[in-house]
């Protein structure tokens, strides 16, 4: 099964390289030329968790903009087994508790469990949720510089 989650990614990520800006596991569901909607978001936002090339792990972007209200869905695309994890102590005041509730069985602090199956998405909302940096990582690849960072603007 290992081997066939890894020819999916490698798939993946050579069709990426063919300079077409596609999502093949969003479902169109993108937000780039989203509206901003009076009293803030609802939209969705897509990253990808990716390998690329032999050792380059990787969210796709690893940067973002959202709006409260908004949702962020991270998909298992290449590489994994991946994870996110929010860093406890640069999360604004009172945003722990918003993410806390949204990551069941947690294997360490606001890091959610391991998503092994391609296509298998982590999904944080930020709904009340307080604006400000949210930094991340993802536990397995953290020392291979698989780090985020979502700024939310009320
Ligand atoms: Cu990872």
Same mark, same amino acid.
């Given at each position: ?21 596609? #999502? ?6 993108? *937000? ?43 998909? $298992? ?11 406890? #102590? ?14 069941? $069985? ?10 092994? #199956?391609?296509?298998? *998405? ?24 698989? $780090? ?7």
């Amino acid at each position: 099964m290992k081997t066939i989650a890894v020819m999916v990614g490698l798939a993946a990520a050579v069709s990426a390289c063919g300079g077409e800006k596609r #999502d093949e596991t969003a479902g169109g569901d993108t *937000t780039q030329a989203m509206t901003p909607t009076p009293g803030g978001g609802g939209a969705t936002h897509n990253v990808n968790m990716v390998l690329e090339g032999a050792s380059a792990y990787r969210f796709v972007p690893a940067e973002l903009n959202v709006r409260v209200g908004d949702k962020v869905v991270f998909h $298992n695309v290449s590489g994994g087994p991946h994870n996110v994890a929010f860093w406890p #102590d640069s999360i604004p005041a009172g945003a722990r508790e918003v993410l806390e509730p949204q990551i069941p $069985n947690p294997i360490g602090p606001l890091s959610s469990e391991l998503v092994v #199956d391609p296509g298998a *998405t982590i999904t944080i909302s930020f709904v009340g949720a307080p604006g400000g940096e949210y930094r991340f990582t993802c536990t397995p690849h953290m020392a291979l510089g698989m $780090n985020g960072k979502i700024t939310v603007t009320p």
